[in-house]
Structure formats: C-alpha cells, structure tokens
C-alpha cells in the first residue's frame, strides 16, 4: 500500500474520517495520495480532497 509516514497517515485518515480537505504543500505526498487515491477511497469508504496552501488562498482571494 501507500508508504508515507504515521505522522501523514493521520493526516490522511483524519481529513477523510471528518470529510474535511487535507492542505498540505508536500508534493511527495500529494503525489502519493494521487497514485493510490482510489485504494486510500476504498479502504477508508469514503473520498479524499488534496490541495495546496496556494490554492487554498486563491479560493479565499477569489
């Protein structure tokens, strides 16, 4: 499965589990969730949502 850390694995889970967006600049996990988003969907049952902190401020600016 996904090889990250314990400490970005709760990340992951606790965005999913609370249906919230996971902000993150770390592209290497990004990139990661990316690759195994279906897998990460299916085994937590539910969608996660991945973007950047520029993102994030284009849509408060926005």
Same mark, same amino acid.
């Given at each position: 499965m996904i090889k990250t @850390? !314990? !400490?970005d694995s709760s990340y992951i889970v606790s965005? =999913?589990?609370n249906n919230l =967006? +996971?902000?993150t600049d770390d592209r290497k +996990?990004? /990139?990661k969730i990316d690759m195994y988003k279906n &897998? =990460? /969907?299916e085994i937590l049952n539910n &969608? =996660?949502?991945v973007m950047t @902190?520029?993102?994030l401020l284009e849509i408060k600016m926005g």
């Open positions: @850390t !314990y !400490y965005a =999913i589990e =967006i +996971l902000v +996990l990004i /990139n &897998k =990460i /969907n &969608k =996660i949502s @902190t520029r993102n």
